[in-house]
């Protein structure tokens, strides 16, 4: 197949709440385009981006996955992603490779939880951004009502590219002011209130548009791109995957108004240089040198490990050998993949702005980065804030003899996705898989059983509770062992101070004069690590504190290595206790959507959870919408109270907000059972 010159590239993302109809939308759009013979529907379990057994059960997307086509000699790249919460980190990988985002509601639910959330993610990474309205043939008397709710919550910048006619059964052209009737507002109003945010943009349309009224079409490419990549407009297209009305018309907006890589927003990467972190802007140029990112790694039973890749920068070859990572290690692509679904196509090189697969390469993972020197092992990965798992279950393997198999598996599902993780609670001595929520969980755990034949015992696990310090204070701790021969001898004096909330953990060495050799400082630092993941108070890991090694002394037969971590890490204990320590719990962002007449039990049992609840919104269908910070560990049975006050008709869902200070009555029972477990 052949490569596609930069310009030719459109990189997609469709996004939204799960329901909007994005993966119907793919298979109207590749039908139509002609990249596939029937279109495929989701109840059928058909469709090229849904291939994986679990989402044809489930009838949903619970994978990001890649689908393009050519379309007036543009290569279209469409990254379909999961609309559930709680699949929000393959979402954020996918968006890394894509230069729009394309943001699909459905017109009989409206705006959403998960649509909020996406167009904030637009406004915040100042990415290129449209609103595709589907199924506008459901209930097309809603589709004024929702335009205009569209501006209301997120900006006049919400303006329409088309508009329905005929009841929904066509659009018409907003922008190009084709003529004909349309079923709400007016073609002339709206393509003059388009036409007039483009030109602000530019200052030879805008005199073109002052003297006649109107702009040549041509004329607006270049201030459209940049109205979307300022957010200056955000295009509105009107669609229905089902009946195909408006799916030609969006494939010409995909190719003709959507930014191509040299268009949109430049994608950045982190760079250290002198020990600070600086931003580095990729440049799509194809002989730069290279630089890919890899935004999403799955297996495959027969494949293998398959690492999904967008080129930002420089050309990739099949054949070629390049660096990973900041370790600079060598590995050799041997195969390289243009991705249709699951299907896949030998390529020869990528160019920037492609999006490729690489398999049969162990070591590449979620977020590497590939290059072409040694003098780029400095660049790592592009920021993104993936979101943090919280809801965990405890698993413990049903039969004898499967537990490294359950933990090798656990590992191969964390690298496929970045929004689970998997823990060992020293404390408590369990092994928990944390997730975004129970469907995440309880899709891991249909993995587990179907994909690999495993079964698992699960139960709640303990809160992540975390400790930190309040006030500054030092450490010292002499290790000195005699035994006859050669004896150990290390003595550490340490600073410990608290960091802000979320800033981790710091370790400085400030030592002078030789008084600790400096190939014992790292033994400190081990030790100090010690103690992070074990705690102080109730066994739960620290963080938020700054380490500084001021002193010490070393002998120069006794001292080992072996001395300094354990001087290390009870110089830091020292420390830890003199520092005011204290518990932190962790706080969730919590959204439950309810029917009106449910909305004083659901706000009085919040209230009773520790609950603050910061917005309340009416929503169009007629329900309410709560949001509000709420400690995790008030939340154990919250699925169960839902559905009992509002009927099973309550939605609700989580995310991650931060740690603060336990009230003083959940820390002294934390601390009296770490003392009870110790005794036992």
Aim: hydrophobic share 40%; net charge negative.
């Amino acid at each position: 197949m052949p490569g596609y010159a930069t310009a030719d590239i459109r990189n997609i993302a469709l996004v939204g709440q799960a329901g909007a109809g994005k993966t119907s939308l793919v298979e109207a759009l590749l039908h139509r385009a002609g990249a596939k013979p029937t279109r495929g529907e989701v109840e059928r379990g058909d469709t090229v981006t849904d291939f994986d057994p679990l989402e044809q059960q489930y009838h949903h997307s619970l994978n990001l996955a890649l689908a393009g086509f050519q379309h007036r000699g543009r290569r279209v790249n469409l990254i379909d992603t999961p609309g559930y919460p709680d699949f929000l980190g393959q979402t954020l990988g996918g968006l890394a490779a894509a230069d729009t985002m394309a943001v699909v509601v459905s017109a009989q639910t409206g705006i959403e939880t998960v649509t909020r959330r996406m167009m904030d993610l637009a406004a915040a990474q100042h990415m290129p951004c449209m609103v595709i309205v589907n199924k506008i043939d459901a209930e097309p008397e809603r589709l004024a009502g929702l335009l205009a709710e569209l501006a209301e919550n997120f900006g006049r910048e919400c303006l329409p590219l088309e508009l329905p006619a005929a009841g929904a059964e066509q659009v018409v052209d907003v922008l190009h002011h084709a003529a004909g009737p349309v079923d709400f507002s007016s073609a002339d109003s709206a393509h003059t209130a388009l036409v007039e945010q483009v030109v602000e943009m530019d200052e030879t349309a805008m005199e073109q548009y002052l003297e006649h009224g109107d702009v040549d079409p041509e004329a607006l490419h270049a201030p459209f791109e940049q109205a979307l990549r300022e957010g200056h407009l955000i295009p509105v297209c009107f669609v229905s995957a089902r009946t195909g009305a408006g799916v030609a018309e969006l494939l010409d907006v995909f190719s003709e108004l959507a930014p191509n890589p040299l268009e949109s927003t430049p994608h950045s990467f982190i760079r250290r240089v002198d020990g600070k972190v600086r931003e580095l802007w990729a440049e799509p140029d194809a002989a730069a040198p290279l630089l890919a990112h890899v935004f999403k790694v799955e297996h495959d039973t027969f494949v293998g490990r398959i690492a999904y890749v967008r080129v930002h920068q420089g050309t990739l070859k099949r054949g070629q050998t390049v660096l990973l990572d900041s370790e600079g290690k060598s590995v050799k692509v041997a195969h390289l993949l243009r991705v249709q679904g699951k299907e896949h196509t030998e390529v020869p090189e990528v160019g920037p702005g492609e999006l490729c697969a690489i398999t049969k390469l162990d070591d590449l993972h979620q977020d590497a980065v590939l290059h072409a020197s040694h003098e780029q092992d400095d660049i790592g990965p592009p920021r993104i804030h993936y979101p943090t798992p919280l809801v965990g279950l405890a698993l413990q393997a049903k039969r004898r003899g499967d537990e490294q198999k359950i933990t090798d598996v656990l590992h191969r599902l964390v690298a496929e996705d970045p929004g689970l993780r998997i823990e060992y609670d020293m404390a408590a001595n369990e092994t928990v898989l944390r997730g975004q929520g129970d469907l995440h969980l309880r899709v891991a755990l249909d993995k587990l059983a179907q994909r690999y034949n495993l079964q698992v015992e699960t139960h709640p696990p303990s809160i992540p509770y975390r400790e930190t310090i309040t006030a500054k204070a030092g450490g010292h701790h002499r290790h000195k062992k005699q035994t006859g021969g050669a004896g150990q001898f290390g003595e550490v004096i340490l600073e410990v101070e608290p960091l802000e909330r979320g800033a981790g953990f710091a370790f400085e060495d400030q030592v002078k004069g030789g008084v600790i050799p400096a190939q014992f400082i790292p033994a400190v630092e081990k030790g100090v690590r010690q103690v992070l993941a074990a705690g102080v108070l109730a066994g739960y890991p620290v963080e938020d504190v700054r380490v500084t090694v001021l002193d010490g002394k070393h002998h120069s037969v006794d001292s080992k290595e072996i001395a300094f971590v354990i001087a290390g890490r009870k110089a830091f204990l020292d420390a830890l206790h003199k520092a005011a320590p204290i518990l932190l719990e962790p706080m969730v962002h919590l959204e439950v959507t309810v029917p009106a007449g449910s909305m004083g039990d659901v706000s009085g049992d919040l209230a009773a959870r520790r609950a603050r609840v910061t917005t309340t919104r009416n929503n169009s269908d007629g329900s309410m919408t709560v949001v509000a910070q709420v400690p995790l560990a008030e939340l154990e049975d919250y699925a169960t109270r839902v559905k009992a006050l509002t009927g099973g008709a309550g939605l609700w869902s989580i995310q991650f907000s931060h740690y603060e200070p336990a009230p003083v009555r959940v820390q002294d029972d934390l601390v009296r059972r770490a003392k009870e477990r110790r005794k036992a």
